[in-house]
């Protein structure tokens, strides 16, 4: 008897489907909706899951499941985004990075229905004109590419995240710095600097830390999104705002999710142990955070995506859609960055001849 079968079945704990364990990985990995749970293999054949975050999705129960609405799921076979829309929709092309092939996926576990939405805030008709602008004000993109914001097919999507909730106790330790100065005989002043021990303490609690759980787009421009107005803005989930829009269905990463959101909070937590530290200047900041009372919520987040081939790659260009904010990548044009060459070389050129 093999390993794989020796091994009693596991259930995604993100949709349900039964999931597969990859030892490359040390994980569970679900090949419906792409999550990843890190477990660990006991030599009897069963698994331990290792992740806090396992446990609190299998405790959602059914009826927080589904997007209470008759939805239509199809995969990306080129980007792996997995998009759901309105059921009478036919889909040919996948949203995200335009490819054909995309395959329905009828008979899915059913995926953590959202919490909450931000709902669309900036038109089309805005959005196209934003990008042509963003467009127009690089200089080394390809001229070609201004036209293309008017003509290429522009989605609306509601792209997923988890944001994460927590309290955080954080001790800290650091050398606090004082300047003082001393005159030599000739009047010269100089500054020292006195290092003295220093420590504190700083409670946080942290509220919608955002994590992306998006495959279609990629990291670099969401990042280049934020931030959306998520405390002000959200708006409890309801199937009806979806009606005519694409929604991404999450993949998640669990270990990387649940890395990314404490990297986030420990960098905001340096931050304000840094701002406690007397004196004036510091070194040697230690943080020792505990973090406690972790939740997680799934919420859609509203963006545009514009995505376009020049040459033989595929560029995205995304725009928030609450707040209106760009992030795209483009081009850089060859012609122009010529022109520019040969006008340096000749102005160096006559700059040369003139030294004579
Ligand atoms: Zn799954
Ligand atoms: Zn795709």
């Known amino acids: ?17 039964e999931a ?28 331990v899951e290792e992740n806090d975050l396992v446990a609190m999705l299998r405790a959602i129960p059914d009826d927080q499941r589904g997007w209470a609405a008759v939805r239509k799921t199809v995969k990306c076979q080129s980007c792996q985004a997995i998009s759901v829309f309105d059921e009478k929709r036919v889909a040919q092309n996948c949203d995200f990075c335009g490819s054909p092939a995309i395959i329905a996926m009828d008979d899915v576990g059913t995926p953590i229905r959202p919490g909450s939405q931000l709902p669309f805030k900036i038109p089309e008709t805005q959005v196209r004109e934003d990008i042509r602008r963003w467009y127009a004000s690089h200089f080394w993109a390809p001229n070609a590419l201004g036209q293309k914001a008017m003509t290429d097919t522009l989605h ?6 988890w944001t994460f909730d927590a309290h955080a106790e954080c001790p800290w330790e650091a050398e606090a710095g004082y300047y003082y100065y001393t005159t030599d005989d000739k009047g010269n002043r100089t500054q020292h600097v006195r290092w003295e021990y220093a420590s504190g303490h700083v409670s946080s609690d942290f509220d919608d830390v955002l994590v992306p759980a998006s495959k279609g787009v990629r990291p670099a421009l969401l990042e280049k999104l934020q931030p959306f107005p998520t405390t002000t803005d959200l708006l409890p989930y309801d199937p009806g ?38 004196g004036d200047t510091s070194r040697n900041l230690q ?18 995506l514009l995505t376009y081939t020049y040459g033989t790659k595929t560029y995205q260009v995304t725009v928030n859609g609450a707040t209106g904010k760009i992030g795209g990548e483009y081009p ?8 520019a060459i040969v006008i340096a070389l000749i102005i160096l050129g006559i700059f040369m001849a003139s030294q004579h």
Do not use: N
């Open 287 to 304: 943080i020792a955070p505990d973090y406690s009372a972790q939740t997680f919520k799934h919420v859609l987040l509203p963006v545009w």
């Open 332 to 339: 850089l044009s060859w012609v122009k960055i010529t022109i």
């Open 241 to 278: 705002y979806l009606s005519g829009w694409v929604v991404e269905q999450y993949q998640i990463d669990l270990v990387q999710a649940a890395d990314d959101s404490r990297r986030r909070m420990d960098a905001i937590l340096r931050s304000q142990c840094a701002a406690q530290i007397p």
């Open 156 to 161: 609306g999507l509601y792209l997923p995240y």
């Open 20 to 47: 597969v364990w990859t030892p490359a990985k040390k994980a569970l990995v679900c090949p419906y909706c792409g999550t990843v749970s890190p477990a660990e293999l006991k030599h009897d054949g069963t698994l």
């Open 1 to 17: 008897m093999s390993e794989v079968t020796a091994i009693s079945k596991f259930a995604c704990p993100a949709c349900g489907a």
